[in-house]
């Protein structure tokens, strides 16, 4: 049987700490459920460092291991949780190298799920990395995907977000670029949005709409490449970043990178710019395949 997302985080968590003589960081790794069976049942002996629960000063003790060259691991529980962790590493790890020559590299797991979870630590954050420099953002959804960025990140010298979701670690699947000639319409979807885009898909295929799938792995940096333009451009009405971060962020940039070159419009779709809640009623989430199938028809039909 294929290996998993949560089996291939497990197995290189473990590869990093015992063969390459690491660190893992975060909140209660060792608790119940080790970070939804993602990392290794292994102790502070081997690596593993259980940090306090003051998540503003939990990033400087990252930052210094990394200085030393350990490479660390840092695992943050909830992606909402950045606006806290973030602020150490935005400031002095993403740009110890330009500034004084000396990287500071850092595999930053950031973990996102939606439901009922509250105001704070709820959905997708990477837009707080994308816009500062010296980071780079991958949001791997299988488990080809996450080998490689673990990879990308040991042949590099650079602060690598990671951002993760929950629901994507019992997927044992690798994802294919979707691209018809003269399609009605081109999703470029970003993190979860990648499954619910498929989904969305075959709606719209049923319906009688053609619709092209180019799934993004990099967020940052964002390369727009000669296929994927060519299939906007060969799009009868355009395209569509969707992402479970809010609109106004890194799907926006992305949308307007890739309609500065190209001939077409790239709208955007994600969460609501609104504050969740505790309860369902009050909840944001991110857009689901019928949401996606709507917005896509009121644009193709508008």
Request: include cysteine; proline fraction near 5%; aromatic fraction near 10%.
């Amino acid at each position: 049987m294929a290996k998993t997302v949560r089996e291939t985080i497990k197995d290189l968590t473990r590869h990093h700490l015992l063969e390459k003589k690491s660190m893992c960081f975060g909140q209660c790794l060792t608790a119940v459920g080790w970070v939804g069976g993602t990392l290794p049942e292994l102790y502070e002996d081997d690596g593993m460092v259980e940090v306090t629960t003051a998540d503003v000063a939990n990033g400087g003790f990252v930052v210094g291991a990394a200085l030393k060259g350990i490479r660390p691991i840092y695992v943050v529980r909830y992606q909402g949780f950045q606006w806290y962790n973030a602020p150490i590493i935005v400031n002095y790890a993403c740009k110890s190298k330009e500034i004084w020559g000396i990287p500071c590299p850092i595999f930053v797991r950031s973990i996102a799920m939606e439901g009922a979870i509250g105001p704070v630590a709820g959905s997708s954050h990477h837009s707080l990395f994308q816009r500062m420099p010296g980071s780079k953002i991958i949001s791997p959804m299988t488990p080809n995907e996450y080998d490689f960025a673990y990879k990308e990140f040991m042949r590099d010298d650079d602060v690598y977000y990671v951002s993760e979701h929950r629901r994507s670690y019992d997927n044992n699947k690798e994802f294919e670029n979707i691209i018809e000639n003269g399609a009605d319409f081109t999703l470029f979807p970003i993190s979860i949005t990648r499954f619910d885009a498929e989904k969305a898909r075959i709606i719209l295929k049923e319906q009688g709409y053609s619709i092209n799938i180019i799934h993004q792995l990099w967020i940052k940096p964002f390369v727009f490449k000669n296929e994927w333009r060519e299939a906007l451009n060969q799009s009868k009405h355009g395209g569509m970043v969707l992402d479970d971060d809010y609109e106004e962020g890194a799907a926006s940039s992305i949308a307007h990178s890739m309609m500065i070159d190209s001939e077409k419009k790239v709208y955007t779709y994600g969460l609501e710019h609104r504050t969740a809640g505790f309860h369902p009623d009050v909840d944001n989430l991110p857009p689901s395949p019928e949401l996606i199938a709507d917005r896509v028809k009121t644009i193709i039909n508008k």
